[in-house]
């Protein structure tokens, strides 16, 4: 039966260990006393682990972008998609335009940078005890 699993208790890990590891890696942009106080009573465990982890798949957070044209103008909007070869952005009017990346120059700003440069870092460990520790914050 699919739609019977229920999900087991996946907090296992160190809160100590957790709490060590937030202070080192994720305090320049958070704080257990501000923005993620109480964050373990607002959420399940694993919607909290999904957050830390892929935060975009919960969180609407836009990636904000400043193109200048070959021309010399300036563009400032929020990414609607890039690859290799393109860049559509959404300017603050509600326009959309696209650009060949190889034409501009541009820079991105994505407020969650940070938790993608962690992924390939995380152990097994790691994100058991930083889930151990993000549940005390009540």
């Keep these: ?3 019977g699993y229920q999900v087991g ?3 296992t ?3 100590a260990a957790g709490q060590s590891f937030f202070a080192q890696h994720c305090t320049s942009c958070h704080s257990a006393s501000g923005d993620l106080a109480h964050v373990g009573s607002k959420y399940q465990a694993t919607d909290l682990q999904a957050l830390f982890l892929f935060p975009r798949t919960l969180l609407h957070v836009p990636v904000h972008v400043s193109i200048r044209t070959p021309e010399g103008h300036d563009i400032d909007g929020t990414l609607l998609s890039q690859d290799d070869f393109t860049i559509v952005v959404k300017d603050k009017l509600g326009r ?3 650009w060949q990346t190889d034409k501009i120059q541009f820079e991105t700003h994505d ?3 940070g938790h993608l440069d962690l992924l390939p ?3 097994d ?3 058991h005890n930083l889930l151990a520790y993000l549940v005390t914050l009540k």
């Design 1 to 3: 039966n699919r739609w």
């Design 9 to 11: 208790n996946i907090v």
């Design 13 to 15: 890990g160190n809160a």
């Design 96 to 98: 959309m335009s696209s």
């Design 111 to 113: 407020p969650l940078a």
């Design 121 to 123: 870092r995380y152990t």
């Design 125 to 127: 460990a790691d994100m």
